[in-house]
Each structure stands twice: as C-alpha cells, then as structure tokens.
C-alpha cells in the first residue's frame, strides 16, 4: 500500500520561498505519476506539478519559472521548491501517486480522480 507523508509547509511572506517535501513508501516499481495538487478554501483541487519515473516534469501554467519539482529516487522523496511565492499560492498542498500509469504522466496529471494515493496536506500560507 502506497504511504504518502507531506511535510515543509508554513507561513511566508510575499516573494520568499519554501520546499515541501513527500516522503514516499509502499511501491517498487520505477514507473509512476507523482504530482503535487493544492486547494485553497472555497476553490477545486488544481495541479501544480507532476513528475514521472523518467524525471519528466509538468507545470501549471500558473507555477512555470518558480516552482521546481524534483525526486531523490534512492529516498523515495518527492520535493516541490516554491520560489516568488504570491498570495494566490495559499493552500493545502498534497502530494499524489499512481505507481501503474496507464497513460504517460504529462496526459492525465492534472486530473485528480486518476490517483487515488494521497497524503495527509501540508498548509502553505503566503502573506501580502
């Protein structure tokens, strides 16, 4: 069973920086679909990142140019570097897996009824 555990989250003002951190476990298999997903109050789940066993990585439109997903693949860490952060980045951040993709991760990523391992959330807060 795929464990997912979220962990780097906190409050920062406008401009500054955090990186959130998923430890994974649970699965062996080198392909897969990981992605972090955030929601804020009152707003749907949206995709910000995705990365695959390949180290292929997909951004929200939204993110491009300061956010960075990456993945310690010996750890099983899932990491998302959040630079310039702005007060729309207020959310629960969660990380995702599908350890049996059916389709390449850049299809289906965004889309978070494909996923059905989650971990617990991990709040960001960017004040003005």
């Known amino acids: 069973r795929v464990q997912l555990v979220e962990s780097g989250g906190g409050s920062v003002q406008a401009g500054g920086s955090l990186r959130l951190s998923c430890a994974t476990s649970g699965y062996t298999n080198r392909d897969h679909c990981m992605v972090w997903f955030r929601q804020a109050p009152g707003k749907e789940r949206e995709g910000v990142a995705a990365?695959?066993?390949?180290?292929?990585?997909n951004y929200a439109d939204s993110v491009k140019g300061r956010f960075t997903i990456s993945q310690d693949d010996a750890a099983k860490v899932l990491y998302l570097q959040m630079n310039s952060l702005k007060p729309e980045d207020t959310a629960m951040y969660y990380c995702?897996?599908?350890?049996?993709?059916?389709?390449?991760?850049?299809?289906?990523?965004?889309?978070?009824?494909?996923?059905?391992?989650w971990g617990q959330g991990t709040q960001v807060t960017v004040s003005s």
């Open positions: 990365i695959d066993g390949d180290g292929a990585a």
């Open positions: 995702a897996a599908d350890t049996a993709p059916w389709a390449p991760c850049a299809v289906y990523w965004t889309d978070s009824g494909q996923f059905h391992s």
